[in-house]
């Protein structure tokens, strides 16, 4: 069972790729891959940069890698109480080249942030935005106050309610394709 994991982010030390590489290890017996936005790094997303250099090779890729797995984790950055410029500009390059971006792959969706909303407001938008576009979400998560409940040293959420809510979740997760 493929696990792919990213955060919706390019900064270096997302902690949204620090809790999605927490929530894919989870998963019993799955092989792990995790993404790194800053690899499908393209030009600002417009019809007339589109219209110059066609369909990035890059995008493609992105398609293929979301292709492969059977579980996707994704955790939403937020900016501006909205998606973070690197995530959305990837997924509208991809979309121009195929609508069903996210391929029906079993979705747990998730966000933080250093603040007691825990990015509940990307999440919100990621939740209306991806099940357009092929996002199965099969279930959210958000982790409020990243500092203080997640240690970065060992890479877990620190707060053991949060924890165990995150592992009710994934031992409950419905690996069904079919939304
Ligand atoms: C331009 C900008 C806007 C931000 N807006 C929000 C916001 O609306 N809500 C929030 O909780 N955090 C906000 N933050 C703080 C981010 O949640 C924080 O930088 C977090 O580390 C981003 O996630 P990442 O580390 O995975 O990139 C903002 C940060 C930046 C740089």
């Known amino acids: 069972m493929k696990i792919l994991a990213f955060g919706g982010s390019s900064s270096k030390n997302s902690i949204n790729k620090k809790l999605a590489t927490y929530a894919a290890n989870l998963f019993e017996g799955g092989d792990v891959e995790i993404l790194d936005l800053n690899d499908y790094e393209l030009p600002l997303f417009s019809v007339d940069k ?39 500009n990837i997924y509208d390059w991809a979309s121009r080249q195929k609508k069903e971006v996210f391929a029906n792959v079993p979705l747990l969706l998730m966000s933080t942030s250093p603040g007691k909303r825990g990015g509940a407001s990307s999440l919100e938008a990621a939740q209306i935005s991806l099940k357009w576009y092929g996002g199965n979400i099969k279930a959210t998560f958000s982790l409020p106050s990243f500092d203080e409940n997640f240690d970065v040293e060992t890479g877990e959420i620190s707060n053991k309610e949060y924890d165990a809510a995150l592992k009710d979740i994934i031992r409950n997760f419905d690996y069904e394709q079919n939304a």
């Open 50 to 88: 589109e219209k110059e250099i066609g369909k990035p090779e890059l995008a493609g890729k992105f398609l293929e890698k979301i292709e492969t797995a059977d579980i996707l984790v994704i955790s939403v950055a937020e900016h501006n109480a909205g998606m973070t410029v690197a995530f959305k």
